[in-house]
């Protein structure tokens, strides 16, 4: 990228990030797709992620992988190569499972496992974590002294939007330091615009899918110049991949997952041509290292 004019502001880096996990592993196709069958499906989330990890090579771009404890069990090559291209490795959990419907003592299980297997993978220490689905909820915020507990330095997991799975829509927009009873947590919350009393996703994801490309460029455009801050991106690599088995589910789940999956990768593409991104840690971590209060 070409170097910014003298006097003229550095354009904002965002944070781009992945959810490395399969088609069968959403929530929302869930009965289709229970647990103890997902190795009777067809694995595409290797290939899937070799796709976003050259287009970021094309892009010149650097971003968070949060993958899947299950997954990184069975493509261990695929965390190598995710770590050796300078992505950041963080966690997605192990098996996909809803925070909100865990016990601590299970959650302290899973993300305890996952971060060994992936730090023993990518050679590095795990400082991230998200919730599938964006569990972390108001019912679930017991999660977050468990994650500090366990060494992690920052969570993703809170949605602050009203949804009909997740959010905790009055949470903070941006990322904040969260003192927990246990010590302190930087929460890195997926992003959205305020519009009137309501926060609005442009975060991403199926909304990157289903709502109009100008409203994504227009929402991180406006979080970066208007109110001077990054905007924390994610999609998931079945997300470019319109061939993929389709699974029986509700009309609306299917529409979620399954409509325009055509325009993911050429979408992406033009993104990270008109804004910046680097991953969570370069981004964002470093300016929430040593702060001794939280935002409320």
Known sequence: MAATPPGVPAPIVNAMSVDVEDYFHVSALAPAAPRDRWDTFEPRVERNTER?????????????????????????ALVRRIAAAGHEVASHGHA?????EQTPVQFQEDVRRTKGVLEALAGAAVQGYRAPSYSI???????????????????????????????????????????????????VPPSTVRVGPLNLPIAGGGYFRLLPYRWTAWGIGRVNRVEGRP????????EVDPDQPQLPGSVLSRFRHYHRL??????????????RFDSIAKTLLQKFIVPQTAES
């Open 231 to 238: 905007v924390i991106f994610y999609l998931h690599p079945w």
């Open 137 to 187: 909820t108001a019912r679930s915020l017991w999660a977050l002294d468990v994650l500090v507990d366990e060494g992690y330095r920052y969570d993703a997991s809170i949605f602050p939007i009203h949804h009909d799975r997740y959010g905790i829509p009055g949470a903070p927009r941006h990322p904040h330091v969260l003192r927990r009873a246990t010590g302190t947590l930087v929460e």
């Open 96 to 100: 996909h499972a809803l925070v909100y």
């Open 262 to 275: 055509r325009e993911t990768e050429p979408r992406l593409r033009r993104l990270l041509s008109e804004f």
């Open 52 to 76: 976003l990890l050259q287009v970021f090579d094309d892009k010149g771009v650097r971003a968070t992988f949060f993958v899947l404890g299950w997954v990184a069990e069975r493509c261990p």
